[in-house]
């Protein structure tokens, strides 16, 4: 079937059925019990005639569940037209990565490829063929929920993550039954909202918002991503999902995306609180005038859609651009060659949580988490007698927000991890997340006294971030806090594994702890990796993306800060008209890029920077082991632009490499700046090459650099 062929079915179709075709509806309205289609709730006031008009479904399903959707739908559609199945598959489907918070710590764009191929593999066996991932909105207030779900605060690497996973889900071919269509999300600034808190407004300059926030999102577009999503919430006062600035000339023309515009769930009738829409009649008529072309899990165009043309017959050519959008994406999905894309029950059994996803997720959350401190005591040996205790020493509530389909009881705790890998426990002691009591602080301290080293698995509450997970204060509990003190003022030797969504405030564990690695949520693998990197089978290489504040009160604070007529370090000799708080620092309690290893890394440059034929630019430097064991480094490049038309950031990253170096080893590299990197957005002049002299800066975090001088032609 090609284009002309689908614009001839377009034709063929009534406006009732081209308006199903435009809805989304939740799985739940199409209730399976074993193999037969039972009474179906319906609380949207459509048929069930009109309910089976729907182009596509999102929520759980299973394999046999879709067959036999798919059957039915194929059975009562009159033009023979297949349903899509959508789902939320945002880090891994039955076998869970980390958090991509997490994933993108590892500073390896191709290891998270390769998870998300894993998650289109086990997702499309169980009948999906679209998942809404990745979320590429660039991050800077850790209060907000949804952190975890984005790659952080920076937009170069959102930019390449979002690519990756695009890559990783669609594959070469997306009508191989082993992809799903990818869908970017959420356009635009979804992660800029005020307050840090879900749903909430967004007000962001046409400079942030081009310069920082639209960035990840092209580069997810020329990627090949199938899908965009429009924002919950309202940017600069005109809710995303009728932003017909963001939607068409932002999406469409400048940004060239050729694919289909969905809703997030509900948005459209959500246009009647936000205050643009009085009606459902009104809010789906400026959803599908805005460009909106799939309505998830509301029905305001279909049961408007007669209204809408008699009052205005151009809405049917807006209506017929949508529909066709949606057709041409099931013909490149193959479903209308096979309307189950190979889906059957004993493909499902065979890809699910297979040896070799898990061994995928293993090797992600090895390189996802962070070494944040380690004051001589890591690693440990595997005949350190151990006391594990904590809210996660035993629990496999490890998953993470967003790991819809996991399956609790296969992941690997901490405890299980640590026997699966020859360690000495002598014995394990599962906690509350709050109010420790007395009597189990007194069990700890007893135990603890009679082994080489205390492990505290500590941290959030799975429900304390996700979606609707935002928090104004992001410490720890004050009982797991007060434990680690405790400890320490009992002289016994502590090391702490946090498991959770967002970056957190410290202060009150740090001076007291001999060790932290930062787990995040770790997936199904977690305990087996936290084992690892304990007994240091494998070194730590992870690098945070998202800054961790010294405290509440800083937020947001990132690396790339704008900068300031009166710099706080430049002006050490004034005590208070400067840039800064009265009470606590500046500076982050954890810098962006900032990652511990087991071994120390020394990076130089190694030589002149070499302008290439193609425009780019070469960045030679040399990296030095000066540690006693292998390690891989992550070796960061930003850069500055000492003058320009506006006030740039204090400095940009511009390129990174993760690097494998043993023991002792020099090595030397080459780091391209692409062409790109010169190219800012810069107000009455728009997207140009932001010539002239730059610092060039090169390090393994964001702080500690070398420096040199670079002028851009």
Same mark, same amino acid.
């Given at each position: 079937m090609d284009k002309n062929q689908i614009k001839n079915l377009v034709r063929q179709m009534t406006l009732k059925e081209k308006a199903g075709q435009v809805t989304q509806l939740p799985s739940r309205y199409f209730q399976i019990k074993g193999s037969q289609l039972t009474g179906t709730e319906n609380k949207l006031g459509i048929t069930e005639c009109e309910k089976w008009q729907a182009g596509s479904i999102l929520g759980k399903m299973d394999a046999e569940s879709m067959r036999n959707i798919q059957a039915e739908n194929m059975k009562r559609s009159r033009l023979k037209i297949p349903m899509m199945f959508m789902t939320d598959i945002i880090h891994g489907y039955q076998t869970i990565f980390p958090v991509p918070l997490a994933m993108s710590c590892s500073f390896n764009p191709e290891l998270v490829e390769k998870s998300a191929a894993v998650s289109a593999k086990e997702g499309s066996a169980a009948g999906y063929q679209v998942t809404f991932s990745p979320m590429v909105d660039v991050v800077r207030d850790p209060r907000w929920g949804r952190v975890m779900e984005s790659f952080g605060e920076d937009k170069r690497l959102n930019a390449d993550f979002g690519s990756a996973m695009v890559r990783g889900y669609q594959g070469e071919d997306l009508k191989h039954p082993e992809s799903m269509a990818a869908c970017v999300k959420h356009f635009a600034a979804y992660g800029a909202v005020q307050g840090g808190r879900d749903y909430n407004t967004a007000d962001v300059s046409e400079y942030s918002l081009r310069n920082q926030y639209l960035p990840p999102f092209k580069a997810c577009i020329d990627a090949g991503t199938k899908l965009v999503m429009a924002a919950f919430q309202a940017l600069n006062g005109v809710p995303a999902t009728a932003n017909r600035w963001l939607l068409n000339d932002i #999406?469409?023309?400048?940004? /060239?995306? !050729?694919?289909? +515009?969905?809703? @997030?769930?509900?948005a459209v009738m959500e246009l009647i609180r936000h205050g643009v829409a009085e009606n459902d009649t009104d809010a789906g008529e400026e959803a599908l005038r805005a460009g909106i072309q799939i309505e998830m899990a509301t029905t305001t165009i279909m049961k408007n859609i007669d209204e809408y043309v008699n009052l205005d017959p151009n809405i049917e050519i807006l209506l017929d651009r949508a529909v066709e959008s949606i057709l041409l994406l099931k013909k490149e999905l193959g479903l209308f *060659? @096979?309307?189950?894309?190979?889906?059957?029950? #004993?493909? %499902?059994?065979? =890809?699910?949580?297979?040896?070799?996803?898990r =061994?995928?997720? #293993? %090797?992600?959350?090895? /390189?996802s988490c962070v070494l944040l401190e380690n004051h001589a005591v890591l690693p440990l040996q595997k005949d350190t007698s151990i006391v594990l205790a904590g809210p996660y020493a035993e629990s496999q509530e490890i998953l993470g927000p967003w790991s819809v389909d996991g399956v609790v009881e296969d992941a690997v705790s901490v405890a299980q991890g640590l026997r699966n890998r020859g360690g000495c426990l002598k014995s394990i002691i599962p906690l509350p997340f709050e109010k420790i009591s007395k009597q189990e602080m007194e069990h700890i301290l007893e135990d603890s006294k009679k082994a080489d080293v205390t492990i505290l698995a500590l941290g959030e509450p799975e429900l304390w971030s996700g979606e609707a997970g935002c928090r104004s204060e992001i410490t720890l509990p004050e009982s797991q806090c007060?434990?680690?003190? *405790?400890?320490? *003022?009992?002289?016994?030797k502590t090391v702490v594994l946090l498991f959770n969504g967002r970056p957190l405030d410290l202060r009150s564990i740090v001076p007291y702890s001999d060790a932290i690695i930062e787990m995040w949520f770790p997936g199904t693998e977690g305990g087996n990796a936290a084992a690892d990197l304990l007994f240091g089978t494998v070194n730590p290489s992870g690098h945070l993306t998202m800054s961790f504040p010294y405290g509440s009160g800083q937020i947001p604070v990132y690396y790339n800060m704008g900068n300031t007529g009166r710099p706080k370090e430049l002006l050490e000799q004034e005590p208070r008209y400067k840039s800064q708080y009265l009470n606590i620092p500046n500076e982050p309690l954890y810098q962006f890029g900032y990652g511990l290893s087991y071994t120390n890394f020394v990076v130089v440059f190694d030589g002149e920077i070499q302008k290439l034929d193609d425009g780019a630019y070469s960045v030679p430097i040399k990296v030095t082991n000066t540690g006693n064991r292998a390690g891989k480094a992550v070796i960061q490049v930003y850069i500055h632009k000492m003058k320009s038309k506006v006030a740039r950031p204090v400095k940009e990253l511009a390129a990174y490499q993760k690097v494998m170096i043993r023991a002792g080893e020099s090595v030397s590299i080459n780091i391209p700046l692409e062409k790109k990197s010169w190219d800012y957005w810069i107000p009455n002049i728009g997207w140009t090459k932001d010539a002239g002299h730059y610092k060039i800066?090169?390090?393994? @975090?964001? !702080?500690? +650099? /070398? %420096?040199? @001088? #670079?002028?851009? /032609?």
């Open positions: #999406l469409r023309s400048e940004m /060239e995306f !050729q694919g289909t +515009v969905i809703s @997030d769930w509900g *060659e @096979d309307p189950y894309r190979g889906v059957n029950a #004993l493909r %499902e059994k065979n =890809q699910l949580r297979c040896a070799k996803n =061994q995928a997720a #293993l %090797e992600m959350a090895l /390189e007060r434990l680690v003190k *405790e400890l320490f *003022e009992n002289k016994i800066m090169v390090g393994t @975090d964001s !702080q500690y +650099v /070398e %420096e040199c @001088d #670079l002028i851009v /032609e």
